[in-house]
């Protein structure tokens, strides 16, 4: 059995937010369509960042958080895949790298990209440890990155 860690008052409000749109969604989307969705916005955020349009960034960074939350829920609401978890992984280790550069550029801060992908190695490292030798899943840290990062884009929107 596998222990889950989360944020308790994110959870209190994402979970049944999550539920609901994952059962309206379940109808039209398989899982995998939203977590391509997930991934596709990072790629646009990331292809956007030059251009400094924070507010779009910021908007492409929600429709993440979205479609990165509902993609396990539809998942279990059609079939277990074993290697659901290393999937889901892997496109946030893929959408991290992503945001970290894109928001490095977007906010002229290139020459934090090193920092924030050494930083990223080690968070995404410690949780696939804990997961695969301990059996934790922590679920603490996406939600709150995205809206931080969200906000430091509209604070410093041109």
Request: charged residues 15%; positive net charge.
């Given at each position: 059995?596998?222990?889950?860690?989360?944020?308790?008052?994110?959870?209190?409000?994402?979970?049944?937010?999550?539920?609901?749109l994952?059962?309206?969604l379940?109808?039209?989307?398989?899982?995998?369509?939203?977590?391509?969705?997930?991934?596709?916005?990072?790629?646009?955020?990331?292809?956007?960042?030059?251009?400094?349009?924070?507010?779009?960034?910021?908007?492409?960074?929600?429709?993440?958080?979205?479609?990165?939350?509902?993609?396990?829920?539809?998942?279990?609401?059609?079939?277990?895949n074993?290697?659901?978890?290393?999937?889901?992984?892997?496109?946030?280790?893929?959408?991290?790298?992503?945001?970290?550069?894109?928001?490095?550029?977007?906010?002229?801060?290139?020459?934090?990209?090193?920092?924030?992908?050494?930083?990223?190695?080690?968070?995404?490292?410690i949780?696939?440890?804990?997961?695969?030798?301990?059996?934790?899943?922590?679920?603490?840290?996406?939600?709150e990155?995205?809206?931080?990062?969200?906000?430091?884009?509209?604070?410093?929107?041109?």
């Amino acid at each position: 059995m596998t222990r889950v860690i989360v944020n308790p008052i994110l959870n209190i409000v994402e979970k049944p937010m999550f539920n609901w749109l994952a059962a309206r969604l379940n109808i039209k989307l398989r899982s995998w369509h939203a977590t391509v969705i997930a991934v596709a916005s990072s790629v646009m955020f990331l292809l956007l960042s030059s251009f400094k349009l924070n507010t779009a960034l910021a908007a492409l960074l929600m429709v993440h958080y979205v479609f990165d939350g509902v993609d396990g829920k539809i998942a279990m609401l059609n079939s277990f895949n074993p290697n659901g978890y290393l999937i889901d992984k892997t496109s946030d280790i893929i959408s991290s790298v992503n945001f970290a550069v894109g928001a490095s550029i977007a906010l002229d801060a290139s020459h934090m990209i090193p920092l924030n992908l050494t930083v990223l190695t080690i968070i995404h490292a410690i949780y696939l440890y804990l997961y695969f030798s301990k059996n934790i899943e922590v679920k603490i840290g996406g939600t709150e990155g995205r809206f931080a990062l969200a906000a430091l884009l509209l604070l410093y929107a041109r």
